[in-house]
């Protein structure tokens, strides 16, 4: 996780501005990567679950910048559309994670 402290707003907003809407992609596709992941060589596999540890330390790094009050008011938004998205789908990634 991110030290906020060394953090600079602008810091924060361009890292958000390129992570968050990646996640929400990511975050869209899991159930359908999920149910299929058994078919993908493990080699395929394996590199998705671990890409996957990626953007949950960038998920949490996005939400430190929220908590510290860096993001802009369309980046909280994008966040809170996140933020469902990983409450609907965060049993999948937990499951495809103790693989």
């Known amino acids: 996780m991110v030290d906020v402290r060394h ?16 996640l929400i992609v990511y975050w869209r596709e899991l ?3 999920a ?3 058994s078919s993908w060589d493990n080699g395929e596999a394996l590199t998705y679950v ?3 540890r990626h953007w949950e330390s960038k998920r949490h790094d996005i939400e430190s910048y929220a908590k ?4 802009t008011n ?6 809170a ?19």
């Open 7 to 22: 953090q600079t707003p602008a810091g924060a907003r361009s890292k958000a501005e390129k992570s968050i809407p990646r």
């Open 31 to 33: 159930p359908e990567n």
């Open 35 to 37: 149910a299929q992941i």
């Open 50 to 52: 671990e890409e996957w």
């Open 68 to 71: 510290a009050g860096l993001l």
């Open 74 to 79: 369309e980046q909280l938004n994008q966040l």
């Open 81 to 99: 559309e996140l933020r469902e998205l990983v409450e609907q789908h965060k049993p999948t990634l937990d499951q495809l994670l103790s693989r």
